[in-house]
């Protein structure tokens, strides 16, 4: 075995990621994405790879230098339809499982986000923002010979809600339409048409429908919502499945025979992720709702929170005789699956442990079920068994190789009991540095989770290995706002942003302190958008820290609401109304209402196309430290996004990882 070294900021090239299994109808095989860091190109690059279900070799089974994604089988198992940008943007295309060349499907002047095969395996619905009628003109025009007018580059905005974080081109002043198309190609029609929002849809199991998720309440733009709708999979008017004020669901799923559609969600949009998702049945003509998880009181779909994990979407997948539903679940820092039994409601676990399980399907006949695996040791891999969680198999070990050259610090996981009056139990981990010695102190770093409704979970994360193996204890865990805990945990924050979450994390820090080895002269802090937010507030309200990161941070709760993508519905909601009508509760809010008492020296980290949490944050918080003769400085990220340390060009995530740890270098 070669010699195990410490990590760097550069081995981000040496992880691959592995996402998005999917069982072949008949079991017997698993088509996944993996995807890797190409450093010619600064970019990423991913291919389809099969693997047998029982186990043996993987093989590659795309291999264009391109992105392809999204692997879903047709019904009778003989091909597989996929997304990738080879010819310029994504689209759809198709492959024989026998072999051949990817047949390109779609050629839209708008990239397709998601699709779905039809029952019979003759169509697919997908998902886009190419307009037919827009395309009609266009191919009038050029048929005539008629020259494009020279375009103005001036942009006039009409929707509330015209911009998107990460979306190309910074203006998302386009809604999402359903459109069908055969699956041997051929034209494709645009089903759903208006200036809604139309995704993630599902076909009826005769075909003759096609169930979406939309928002087209007469106050959607002000409002956050998300509701469910049908339409007739050859056109027409789309029919209210669960709609109105009270509609937050997604992820809709048809049930074999026809007569139910699981949902996931809850009844309060403007609370959004403050309220965890429950499991819902719903007839489809709207009868019949019925919320099937709600005496588990913890979160459906995996909130978990990582910077190497490569997302794909977690559905909702019926057993065939339509008596029970499988289901993702965020639970106390990890994310499981469930089986839940419609008729009685009981839930059972299926695949559990202190891990990430996600991504995961099932055969046709429900015996197998196919999913990726993350540990706090090793980022991703795929697995298979059978349907109840038995016979657990490895199928890949992506990254054995390399991570059997360096060190990894195994976290250990913590209780502790809040630093607030009711001393709530905070959960977390501490990771020691490597080379760790008994009777030496070491110098603590505290990470602090975005959201602040995401939750840490126990998955890996690079840049907590890479703060371990340059010596420092790493502490971080779930404050009271993180999801898994139940909904009074995630919801108490309304309104009271870091005042009531300050001495959770503050707990963690203290608890580490007490183990001996932390030298409490030498604590940093560091978080990420809402953990940039925080890392702001504690430095504001004490000296204790002796260096701090804040990134991709919100400073100005005002300033937040109007130029964030999220700011007049998230914001509203978490601090309680509107700037004009609660000035001096948004003020209270504000980090930058406390900057006078920041003494710490400070590195802000921001990305300029970032519109979750817009660099104006950034520029108010630096500009007011600089006039007030502080220690500061201000690294910006020209052309990433919110997203920048999960999926930004990897240069930039290896330049902002040597900033972090150039800056605690400096001043721990």
Request: glycine share 10%.
């Amino acid at each position: 075995m070669a010699e195990r070294r410490k990590l760097t900021p550069e081995d981000i090239y040496n992880i691959a990621l592995v996402n998005d299994a999917r069982i072949s109808p008949d079991g017997s095989q698993v088509v996944y994405v993996r995807t890797e860091l190409n450093r010619e190109k600064n970019d990423y690059r991913s291919s389809l790879y099969l693997v047998p279900s029982a186990g043996g070799d993987a093989r590659r089974f795309t291999g264009a230098d391109a992105k392809d994604t999204m692997p879903r089988w047709s019904p009778d198992g003989s091909r597989i339809a996929f997304l990738s940008n080879r010819s310029g943007s994504n689209q759809l295309w198709s492959i024989p499982l026998a072999g051949g060349e990817a047949a390109q499907l779609t050629d839209l002047p708008e990239p397709v986000t998601a699709f779905v095969w039809a029952s019979k395996g003759d169509q697919i619905a997908f998902v886009s923002k190419a307009d037919q009628q827009k395309i009609d003109e266009a191919k009038v025009k050029a048929d005539k010979g008629e020259l494009d007018e020279p375009k103005s580059d001036v942009v006039r905005i009409t929707r509330l809600r015209y911009r998107s974080d990460g979306t190309p081109g910074f203006l998302d002043n386009k809604p999402t339409h359903i459109w069908t198309i055969a699956a041997g190609g051929g034209a494709p029609k645009q089903i759903t048409t208006g200036e809604f929002d139309d995704g993630e849809p599902d076909w009826s199991p005769d075909d003759s429908h096609i169930v979406f998720v939309s928002n087209r309440n007469e106050e959607r733009e002000k409002k956050r919502g998300s509701e469910i709708w049908v339409v007739p999979s050859t056109g027409g008017e789309p029919a209210a499945v669960v709609a109105g004020v009270t509609a937050d669901f997604s992820n809709p799923a048809w049930s074999p025979d026809g007569k139910l559609i699981a949902i996931e969600g809850h009844q309060n949009p403007l609370a959004g992720g403050a309220i965890g998702s429950d499991l819902w049945v719903v007839q489809p003509d709207g009868n019949g709702l019925r919320n099937i998880t709600s005496a588990l009181d913890r979160t459906v779909g995996d909130h978990s929170l990582s910077d190497t994990a490569s997302g794909a979407s977690v559905g909702l997948v019926w057993s065939p005789d339509c008596s029970s539903v499988l289901y993702s679940l965020s639970d106390s820092g990890s994310a499981h699956v469930r089986r839940a039994n419609i008729a009685g409601g009981e839930t059972a676990l299926v695949l559990g442990g202190r891990r990430r399980v996600m991504q995961f399907s099932a055969s046709a006949d429900g015996s197998k079920l196919a999913y990726v695996v993350a540990t706090s040791t090793v980022p991703c891999d795929v697995y298979s068994s059978n349907a109840d969680g038995s016979g657990e198999t490895r199928l890949t070990s992506v990254n054995e190789e390399f991570l059997s050259t360096v060190f990894v610090s195994e976290p250990e996981e913590i209780h502790v009991p809040s630093q607030a009056d009711d001393h709530a139990d905070i959960h977390g981990w501490i990771m020691k540095p490597i080379g760790f010695e008994a009777g030496k102190q070491y110098p603590l770093v505290l990470e602090i989770h975005g959201g602040p409704h995401g939750m840490y979970a126990n998955a890996y994360f690079h840049e907590f290995q890479l703060l371990a193996a340059q010596g420092y204890v790493v502490v971080y865990g779930n404050p009271r706002g993180s999801q898994g805990y139940g909904n009074d945990f995630s919801s108490c924050t309304k309104g009271v942003w870091g005042s009531s979450d300050m001495p959770d994390v503050m707990a963690l820090v203290d608890y580490a302190i007490e183990q001996g080895y932390v030298d409490s002269k030498r604590l940093g802090v560091t978080g990420g958008s809402y953990g940039g937010f925080l890392t702001n507030w504690i430095i504001g309200h004490t000296d204790r820290f002796k260096a701090a990161v804040t990134q991709r941070p919100v400073s100005n709760m005002h300033s937040f609401y109007g130029t964030s993508d999220i700011g007049s519905t998230f914001g509203d909601y978490e601090t309680g109304g509107t700037p004009w009508a609660n000035t001096e509760q948004f003020i209270k809010m504000s980090p930058i209402a406390y900057v006078d008492k920041i003494k710490t020296p400070l590195l802000i980290v921001h990305s300029e196309e970032d519109y979750r949490c817009p660099i104006e944050q950034a520029e108010q918080l630096f500009v007011s430290l600089k006039m007030l003769n502080q220690t500061v400085e201000l690294l910006r990220f020209p052309n990433e996004s919110h997203g920048l340390s999960r999926m930004g060009k990897p240069t930039h995530r290896v330049e902002r990882l040597e900033a972090i740890l150039g800056w605690f270098e400096e001043y721990l």
